[in-house]
């Protein structure tokens, strides 16, 4: 037991160093000003209440409607994606959860890329629009151009939660139910559904939190005039300098990703998936 007790302290002490500290270091900047050094801070809630003025409340707003849209449209096109992955033997379902993660080996940067490529004004896109007679149409910059990046770069975060609870789940459950009577419908709704919830609110927690906290697609794909809240926090510590802000809205946005995370217990308290 003492030999285990030594091997776990190298690891204490690294998550002490790479996420506990920084944690409290942020924490500290958001409720202090000054120069930060130890002997000119004073506390203050002035960087909060700064996040109440018109312009960074509708970052934040903005923000949580990207977030929300990319959520449910991430669900309505992986959960039959999962399910249907789910109906294959276990080397298959291998294979093709392979198919699905290959993307996420490929740099963010080079993704979000290919996508300006697909969608600038000269893409690929409108030049097939062009050739068949058709307007082109302008994608970048949108609301459009965004989604379409968040959706292609999160998906994978949403199938593999859902398909993990299909594929534990127990189908003998699947045929009492077709036994006693129920339909497909009512078989799905009441039986599969239910036992895959844990992989959805899995699923739908990270794409949630991700979508509202990324900077580099909205950057690249929505212009500089399309700011979210992993930008707002990027310019604060980048650009303007502002550590003590930056670091408010950062505590802020944990604070939203600890209550996105309570709603979803309570959701599913039991959180046992298919085994229960």
Not at 75 to 101: D, G, H, R, W
Not at 108 to 122: F, K, V
Not at 195 to 214: A, D, E, K
Request: neutral net charge.
């Amino acid at each position: 037991m003492h030999h285990y007790k030594g091997l776990v302290k190298p690891y204490v002490l690294w998550s002490f160093l790479l996420i506990a500290l920084p944690l409290v270091l942020i924490v500290l900047y958001s409720i202090t000003t000054g120069d930060n050094s130890l002997l000119t801070i004073h506390l203050t809630l002035d960087n909060f209440k700064k996040i109440s003025d018109p312009v960074y409340l509708s970052v934040f707003m903005k923000s949580l409607e990207m977030g929300l849209i990319t959520t449910v449209i991430c669900l309505v096109l992986a959960y039959p994606m999962a399910f249907f992955i789910s109906k294959f033997n276990e080397e298959a379902q291998s294979i093709l959860i392979l198919l699905v993660t290959i993307p996420m080996w490929i740099n963010t940067l080079l993704r979000t890329y290919a996508w300006i490529s697909l969608l600038s004004d000269n893409g690929i896109v409108n030049s097939l629009l062009k050739a068949i007679g058709l307007n082109p149409v302008n994608m970048m910059y949108t609301n459009f151009s965004v989604l379409m990046g968040l959706i292609c770069d999160l998906l994978p975060f949403m199938v593999i939660p859902i398909h993990t609870s299909l594929a534990k789940m127990d189908y003998s459950l699947v045929e009492a139910a077709s036994d006693l009577g129920a339909g497909k419908i009512k078989t799905f709704t009441k039986v599969i559904l239910k036992l895959s919830l844990p992989g959805v609110i899995n699923g739908v927690t990270m794409v949630f939190l991700l979508s509202i906290s990324s900077f580099v697609i909205p950057v690249l794909l929505g212009g500089h005039q399309f700011v979210l809240i992993g930008n707002l926090i990027e310019n604060q510590f980048i650009s303007v300098g502002d550590w003590n802000f930056g670091s408010a809205i950062s505590v802020l946005l944990a604070i939203i990703i600890l209550a996105m995370m309570g709603v979803m217990k309570r959701i599913d308290p039991d959180d046992n998936g298919g085994e229960r």
